[in-house]
C-alpha cells in the first residue's frame, strides 16, 4: 500500500482517546507535584514546560503542537519552555512525522490536554477557596475569582492540581476560534537561534560518552556479495582501530503502524571504527571492496527507456486497472483528440543531514540517538535484529536536518545497532553522500501515454492513461501506485487507467507528497495541452473542468471503516475553484507580458488539502529560465495553527519542487544509482528562488496539513509559463532548456 493516510489519521485517532491523552502516569504523576500530564509541567517556580511529542524534522511541530497546548491552558507564549519528548510510545501514543498527519490527527487532542491541564488548577483552586469552579477565570497563567479578589499563579496551584483525577476528554470545554491569542499568530520556530547558531540539537550531533566513529562499506548494488577488500590498507589509516564484518540478514521483517513496510534486509559489508568520521569515511575507502552478483544487477535506466518504449507499441499488462465509465467508447467519438507522452526520473530524497544513527549497546539494553521520522518503529526494528524486547530499547529522539519521507524508513538504525553491539562501545554511524543516493528509498520514475477526447466545445468527455512504472512479480510497489484518489478520477466520468510494471531490485519510498507530486505535473499539463487544442485559456478552462462547486467521492483509500463513509473523503470542486480564483487574482491572470515571458497555472489536492500555484517565467534566447514570481492559494481549512510556519511549509515544498523541477534525476547503470553527490542531483539555491506569496483561504472545514501538497502544482505551473512564452511544450522531469533556445 501506498503512505496510506487512512491509516495515519486512524493511528491519531487511536492515540486521542482514553488513557493516549497523556494522563497515563498514573501514580508517577501523583509522586511528582506539578506534573499534570506527560505534556504539561508546571514547577514551583512558575516554569511552565510543554513536551512536543512529535519527530521535529523542519515542518514546525516542535512549535505548533505546544501552542495547541498553551491556547488552551491560557498561558502567554513567552511563558513557554518546550522540552523535546523521547520516543515512548506508551508515554505519549503514535509519534510519527508523515502524510502531512501531525495537524489533522493531533489538532483536538493537543487542544484537549491544554484544557484538560487547566482545567485541573481550576479545580485545585476551586477547592482550596471553597469556590464553584465555574466561577474561576484564568489568563497568563494566572487563576482568578473576581468575587472575592483572589488570584494566584498556576504554580501555586500546580501541586495540588497534580494529584487530582484527570478530567474526560468529552468534558472538556474548549475556546472559541475568536478568543485565540496564541493560535493563528506569527510564532518564531522554538529551535530556531539554536539552528542558526550550530547548537547540537540534530541525530549526527549525538555525543555520548565514548563514542567511536563508524562507515560502513557495502555494496552500490543492492544484495551484492563481497569478493574481496584491502583490510590492511583499512586499518593502515590513521584513526582507524578495528574492523568488523557484518552478515547480511534478510529476516527484518518488521512493518510501521501506518502500514509502511520497514528494512527487510541487513546488507554484507565490512564496519570501519575510528576516532573521527573523515578517519572512518577513508578507511571505509582504502577497503577498496571489489562486489559481485546482487539482485539489482540488471537495473539500467537504459533498459526500462527500452522496456517502456516496447510496452507502449505492444500494450499493457493490465488493461482497465481502472476504468470507469467507457472512456475507450468516448474517445472513438469525440469531436477531437489530443495525445501526449509524459515522464518523469527516479528522485533521492537528498535531506541536508547526511544518515547518520548513534547506538550503543550494553547490558542486554540498546541506546540509540536518531534523526527518525518513525521512533517506535525503529525500537522494534532495532530489537528484532539484536534479539531483544522492544522495551529494552530506548530511543532519544533527535532533531531531523530534512526527512521528506527518507527517515520514515529505519535502516540506518539497524545498521548503527549492529555495528555498536560488534564494537563493544558507542558508535555514530555516518554515511557519505554517495551511499544515501545509492541506498536511498526512491521515488520511482514513470511514464504516461494519455489520449483525451474533447466535445465540440473542447470539453473533456473522455481520459486513458497507459501508465508506466515499478513493481515486483507484475504488482506495482506502493509508492508507484496508480489509484481512484488521483485526478482526474470523479472529475471527469469516462476515466480508464492501463498499467504496465517494469522490474525493480532497488527499494522505493515515500518523497514529499508521495506519487502526487509526479502526477500532478502529468495531469495538469496535459490539461493545458487540451485547452490550448481548442483556444481557450488555461484557467477558464480548468474552472469549466472543475465544474460547479459539489463534492465527489473519490477514493477508498482516504475513507473510514464503517458502511457510512465507504464512499471515501469528498473531492470538493468548490474549495478547488477557490483556490483557484485565488491564485489568479494574486497574480494577476490575463495581463500584459514582455516578451519570452508567461504565466503557467496548476492545482492540486493532496494530503487533504487544496492548492493551486502561478508561476511567471522568462526564457532567454539562451533557453536558460528565470522565475520571477510564484503565487500559491491554499485551503487547509479553518484554522492556520502557525502562519509564519505555514508559510515556510509551503514556501519550502515550492522551492524543493522547483529544484526537482530544473535538475534532478536518478539513473541507474549496471545496477547501481549513478549520481554521487549533489554536484550530480542539484538542489535549488537561494539565487534560483523567486519569491513566493502564499494566501490562505478560510473555510469551514477541518484543519489538515500542509507540509507537502504545495509541491504538486509547482512543475506544471512552470511547464505553462514556459509554453506561453516560448511556444514549446516540455512533457519531460526534468526540464531540458536545451529545448528552449530562440
Known amino acids: 500500500m501506498r503512505l496510506n493516510r487512512r491509516a495515519v489519521l486512524r493511528a491519531g485517532v487511536l492515540a486521542g482517546g482514553g488513557l493516549s491523552l497523556g494522563w497515563q502516569l498514573g501514580p508517577a504523576r501523583a509522586a511528582a507535584p506539578g506534573v499534570l500530564s506527560a505534556f504539561v509541567e508546571i514547577a514551583a517556580d512558575g516554569a511552565i514546560r510543554i513536551t512536543a511529542h512529535q ?53 483536538e487532542r493537543m487542544r484537549r490536554l491544554g484544557a484538560a491541564a487547566r482545567a485541573m488548577l481550576v479545580e485545585a483552586a476551586a477547592r482550596a477557596w471553597g469556590v464553584p469552579a465555574a466561577q474561576i477565570t484564568t489568563g497568563s497563567a494566572m487563576l482568578h475569582h473576581t468575587a472575592s479578589g483572589r488570584s494566584a499563579r498556576y504554580a501555586d496551584m500546580a501541586a495540588a492540581a497534580s494529584a487530582l483525577p484527570a478530567p474526560m476528554p468529552e468534558t472538556l470545554a474548549l475556546k472559541d476560534p475568536a478568543a485565540f491569542r496564541i493560535l493563528g499568530k506569527r510564532i518564531p520556530g522554538v529551535d530556531n537561534r ?38 590492511a590498507a583499512a586499518l593502515a589509516v590513521p584513526g582507524v582501530k578495528a574492523l568488523f564484518d557484518i552478515a547480511e540478514r534478510r529476516d527484518l521483517k518488521t512493518q510501521i503502524d501506518v502500514g509502511l513496510p520497514g528494512i527487510e534486509v541487513l546488507p ?10 573523515w578517519a572512518a569515511l577513508r578507511g571505509r575507502d582504502a577497503l577498496a571492496c571489489q562486489w559481485e552478483g546482487g539482485d539489482a544487477a540488471f537495473q539500467s535506466s537504459a533498459a526500462w527507456e527500452a522496456a517502456a518504449a516496447k510496452a507502449w507499441r505492444d500494450g499493457p499488462q493490465k488493461p482497465g486497472t481502472i476504468n470507469h465509465g467507457d472512456a475507450l467508447a468516448k474517445l472513438a467519438g469525440a469531436a477531437r483528440r489530443v495525445k501526449a507522452d509524459y515522464s518523469y526520473p527516479f528522485l533521492a530524497h537528498a535531506a541536508l543531514e547526511p544518515i547518520n544513527a548513534t547506538a550503543e549497546v550494553k547490558d542486554g539494553k540498546a541506546t540509540l540517538w536518531l534523526s527518525t521520522q518513525t521512533p517506535e518503529d525503529a525500537r522494534r526494528m532495532v530489537a528484532l535484529a539484536l534479539g531483544l524486547k522492544p522495551q529494552d530499547v530506548t530511543i ?24 555498536a553491539r560488534a564494537a563493544g562501545v558507542p558508535v555514530k554511524l555516518t554515511w557519505d553522500r554517495a551511499q544515501d543516493f545509492a541506498h536511498d528509498w526512491l521515488r520511482p520514475g514513470g511514464w504516461h501515454r494519455l489520449e483525451a477526447g474533447l466535445d465540440a466545445r473542447g470539453d473533456i468527455i473522455a481520459w486513458h492513461d497507459h501508465f508506466i512504472s515499478f513493481g515486483r512479480n507484475g504488482t506495482l510497489d506502493p509508492p508507484a501506485a496508480i489509484d481512484a484518489s488521483l485526478f482526474p478520477a470523479g472529475v471527469i466520468r469516462d476515466y480508464r ?27 495538469q499539463g496535459f490539461i493545458d495541452e487540451c485547452a ?17 462547486p459539489r463534492a465527489i467521492p473519490i477514493a477508498e483509500e482516504f475513507s473510514g471503516e464503517t458502511a457510512a463513509d465507504a464512499k471515501g473523503t469528498p473531492y470538493h470542486t468548490g474549495r478547488m475553484r477557490g483556490v483557484l480564483d485565488r491564485a489568479a487574482a494574486m497574480a494577476g491572470w490575463g495581463r500584459t507580458l514582455p516578451a519570452r515571458t508567461g504565466m503557467g497555472i496548476a492545482f492540486h489536492f493532496s494530503h487533504l488539502g487544496y492548492f493551486a500555484n502561478v508561476v511567471e517565467a522568462s526564457v532567454a534566447a539562451d533557453g536558460s529560465v528565470k522565475l520571477h514570481k510564484i503565487w500559491v492559494a491554499a485551503d487547509v481549512g479553518r484554522q492556520i495553527v502557525n502562519l509564519s ?39 535549488a539555491r537561494m539565487n534560483d528562488a523567486p519569491p513566493v506569496a502564499v494566501e490562505f483561504l478560510a473555510t469551514d472545514f477541518p484543519t489538515t496539513g500542509l507540509g507537502e501538497p504545495a509541491y504538486p502544482s509547482l512543475a506544471p505551473a512552470l511547464a505553462g509559463a514556459i509554453f506561453q512564452a516560448t511556444g514549446k511544450r516540455l512533457r519531460q522531469l526534468p526540464f531540458d532548456t536545451s529545448q528552449l533556445t530562440a
Open 55 to 107: 519527530p521535529e524534522i523542519g515542518q514546525g511541530v516542535k512549535t505548533s503542537f505546544p501552542m495547541m497546548i498553551a491556547e488552551e491552558l491560557d498561558v502567554d507564549w513567552a511563558q513557554v519552555h518546550v522540552v523535546q519528548a523521547q520516543g515512548i510510545r506508551e508515554l505519549y501514543g503514535v509519534q510519527l512525522a508523515g502524510g502531512s498527519s501531525a495537524t489533522p490527527t493531533q489538532f
Open 194 to 231: 539554536a539552528v542558526v547558531t550550530g547548537a547540537p540539537l540534530f541525530g549526527i550531533d549525538a555525543r555520548p560518552p565514548g563514542v567511536m566513529h563508524a562507515a560502513f562499506a557495502k555494496s552500490p548494488v543492492f544484495g551484492g556479495k563481497l569478493k574481496s577488500a584491502n583490510r
Open 268 to 277: 554484507q559489508g565490512i564496519a570501519v571504527i575510528a576516532t573521527n568520521t
Open 396 to 419: 532519544h529522539l533527535m532533531r531531523s536536518g530534512g526527512g521528506f519521507g527518507r527517515r520514515l524508513m529505519n535502516d540506518f538504525a539497524v545498521e548503527a545497532a549492529v555495528i
Open 497 to 523: 487507467a492501463d498499467v504496465t510494471v517494469l522490474p525493480l531490485a532497488s527499494t522505493l519510498g515515500w518523497l514529499r507528497a508521495p506519487i502526487n507530486n509526479a502526477f500532478a505535473f502529468v495531469t
Open 532 to 548: 490550448h487544442a481548442c483556444g481557450r485559456d488555461a484557467l477558464d478552462y480548468r474552472r469549466a473542468l472543475l465544474g460547479p
Open 645 to 683: 510556519g505555514a508559510e515556510n511549509q509551503v514556501q519550502g515544498s515550492v522551492i524543493d519542487a522547483l529544484g526537482a523541477a530544473m535538475g534532478q534525476r536518478i539513473s541507474f547503470a549496471d545496477g547501481a544509482v549513478e549520481q554521487r553527490n549533489y554536484g550530480d542531483f542539484p538542489l
